[in-house]
C-alpha cells in the first residue's frame, strides 16, 4: 500500500550554455513501491527580453539511471527544466514551484571585422587597428583575435598569426594595438571572434584591410663648435 507520491529533480547542468544536443540527468526515489518513471519538461524563450512559453513533455524514461539526450527542440535561446516521477503505485509528483536548472543554446558563430586602415603608408608603432564583432545565437562574444600577415616585398607572404586578444565589451568597438612584429614591410589584417558557447568564427577568404609600416629616419645634423660647420 503506497499513498505518498515520488520525487525527482533535473540535475544542475554544469555548463551554461551548449552548442549540440546535452544528455541531462535526473534524480528520483519512492520509499515504498518505487519509481516506475519519470519525464522531463522544459520551458523556452528566445531571449532574456521575451517571455517563457509554458512547460512542454519531451519524454519520459522507464529506467534508471534516469536521463534525456535533449536536442533543443526550439532552436538557440534559453531553456529551463524540470521532471516529474511516477511510482508503481501509480502515485505522480507534483509540478514544482520553479525549474530544476536551466541552460542555454548555441550553434551559431558569431562574426567580426577589422575596420579598414585608411592610411596605407603607417610610421608609427603600434598602430591602434579598430574592428567590430557581434553574436547572434544569443550567448554572447568571449573574445576577438587580431590576425595578420606579413611580406617583406608585396608578393611572397608568410602565414597567419595571431596577435593580440580583446575579451571584454564594447564589441561595437574592438581595438588592438599592433606593433608591426616583422618591422618594415606589407600587412594584412583580419579577425576571429569566439562566443560563449565555444562556437568559433571561420577565417575570411581574403584579408579585411591592409597597410605598410616604415621606420622614418629623423637625419640628425652634427655641428663643429670650433668651425661652425
Do not use: M
Not at 107 to 125: G, M, R
Not at 173 to 199: C, H, L, M, Q, R
Amino acid at each position: 500500500y503506497d499513498t505518498t507520491a515520488p520525487s525527482s529533480s533535473v540535475d544542475v547542468i554544469k555548463s551554461v550554455w551548449k552548442k549540440a544536443a546535452a544528455t541531462i540527468t535526473a534524480t528520483a526515489s519512492d520509499a515504498t513501491s518505487g519509481v516506475k518513471n519519470a519525464t522531463l519538461y522544459y520551458r523556452y524563450r528566445a531571449t532574456n527580453a521575451s517571455g517563457w512559453g509554458g512547460y512542454v513533455s519531451f519524454g519520459v524514461d522507464t529506467a534508471s539511471p534516469w536521463s534525456w539526450s535533449f536536442t533543443f527542440v526550439n532552436g538557440t535561446g534559453h531553456y529551463a527544466f524540470y521532471s516529474i516521477a511516477k511510482d508503481n503505485a501509480t502515485n505522480v509528483e507534483s509540478a514544482p514551484a520553479t525549474n530544476d536548472t536551466n541552460c542555454g543554446y548555441d550553434n551559431v558563430a558569431p562574426s567580426s571585422s577589422v575596420n579598414a586602415i585608411t592610411t596605407y603608408w603607417q610610421k608609427t608603432s603600434p598602430l591602434t587597428i579598430d574592428g567590430t564583432a557581434s553574436d547572434t545565437g544569443g550567448s554572447g562574444l568571449w573574445n576577438v583575435t587580431l590576425w595578420y600577415r606579413y611580406s617583406s616585398d608585396n608578393n611572397s607572404w608568410g602565414g597567419w598569426v595571431a596577435s593580440g586578444l580583446v575579451d571584454s565589451n564594447p564589441w561595437v568597438a574592438v581595438s588592438w594595438n599592433f606593433p608591426f612584429s616583422n618591422n618594415t614591410g606589407y600587412y594584412e589584417f583580419y579577425s576571429i571572434a569566439k562566443d560563449n558557447a565555444t562556437n568559433i568564427e571561420s577565417a575570411p577568404g581574403s584579408y579585411d584591410t591592409f597597410c605598410r609600416y616604415t621606420y622614418v629616419t629623423i637625419p640628425v645634423v652634427v655641428t663643429n663648435a670650433s668651425t661652425g660647420v
